[in-house]
């Protein structure tokens, strides 16, 4: 054990947008990898291109304390845990999957960045909450461990709240980003540039730091300014989806006031 | 008229949110309003809070080449702007209300900055977009002058462009806020603080300067990964209404891959 950072043996399965992010994320804070596991040929390209050994099965590697899955949701299941040593800790990174879909009586734990990771774009973990969970303080400590070498927002979430915060995760960014997206075509069907709406969308997501979204909520909806919201339902004519998501969403904020 | 900034002789209509920002703003920028014209016990607050002349009627103040309109919508019409005199620039500041409202063969605008305004928060107007319009170049450029003492972001739209603006900000904005309040309400549920999303939603705004939105989506939906739809929605049975909500936005991001 060295002196200010404990060393983990740990390795990374899979070859995707998670495995990329973390594997360069702890490269980045020293916690080197012990290896990649994966059998695609992305997998061989990533471990290359990170310097790190590639691993085709558990058995192939050594002494490795912490498996972290970076697999699909879909692949995460009993059998496929049973491949990995008894004493070994195997933990996955989804938001939706509850820690009990590994079996394994012992020795499981989840490892769940709450942000959106693109491939492309490499990420600042520093203040991305890590959210954990283990069997054992035990194995929840390796896991602090580990997050802590990466960010200083550790959270310890059992699995209901971990799929509530995935599923809260999906509203505020990924509806949120197709609401951008909404806008953007309006924009664009009167050749109105899109980052006239950057000031906008910057303090909306900067003032509920200081309000709670009940009360920073305003527009149309919450006045209940039917002329306004009339005139919009009008304009909204031509694009039926559009329309329907405008209605739906003014009348739940007007139901909310 | 003084060397760098001419002195324009404006005043402002009215003692709400639009008309206190809009004072506080000029009045920083040392463009001081010629008074506040209100009938209303709040305006009368307001122009002694601003140490500025109250004006009962129009007829009141002398020399005024521009009024805004601070007003609510639906008291924006002929009748209304008719008892201005014909001289002066009169100038609305509603994003979805036509320049025709007003009537008058000439001399109208429309002077609408594009932000989410509180009453209770000072904004800084140095980087909001002020939409304007006019009947003729001689009145757009007074409309300039005065929007460029407080922003650095001036556009010219035309009335449709305005109102589209004005709906595509209704989107980011107000129903960008109500998915945060989901969001909110799916973490209180399971005793999860709602700052858990804060690196997540300010991620999510800050994409979308480096990537259109179409390219800055992800998630479940985006990823057509009907397993996790249909446990979030099963998770969302106790809330019917945001149930509904997550059905229509995950089939409109669907459809759109």
Not at 148 to 174: E, G, K, P, T, Y
């Amino acid at each position: 054990m060295q002196s200010a950072k404990e060393i983990i043996n740990f390795a990374i399965v899979g070859s995707g947008h998670v495995a990329t992010r973390l594997a360069d994320a702890f490269i980045s804070a020293g916690q080197i990898p012990k290896g990649i596991l994966s059998n695609s040929e992305q997998g061989k390209e990533l471990a290359k291109s990170l310097n790190l050994p590639l691993f085709k099965s558990p058995q192939e590697a050594k002494n490795i304390d912490l498996w972290i899955l970076c697999i699909k949701d879909d692949a995460l299941n009993e059998e496929y845990a049973s491949q990995f040593p008894k004493d070994a800790l195997v933990c996955h990174t989804a938001g939706s999957v509850p820690i009990s879909i590994l079996g394994r009586k012992n020795k499981t734990g989840v490892f769940y960045p709450l942000q959106t990771l693109s491939k492309d774009k490499k990420i600042d973990f520093a203040n991305i909450p890590i959210c954990l969970e283990g069997q054992n303080d035990e194995d929840i400590e390796v896991l602090k461990k580990l997050a802590s070498s990466i960010s200083s927002d550790i959270r310890i979430l059992n699995s209901d709240q971990r799929m509530s915060a995935h599923l809260a995760a999906v509203f505020v960014s990924n509806f949120v980003n197709y609401c951008y997206h909404i806008g953007f075509d309006l924009l664009d069907s009167q050749g109105v540039d899109f980052n006239i709406l950057a000031p906008l969308i910057e303090e909306t997501a900067n003032k509920i730091k200081y309000l709670s979204p009940q009360n920073a909520q305003t527009g149309p909806a919450k006045r209940g300014d039917q002329n306004i919201m009339e005139k919009h339902i009008e304009l909204l004519k031509s694009w039926p989806e559009y329309q329907n998501i405008y209605k739906i969403l003014s009348h739940a904020i007007e139901r909310n006031k």
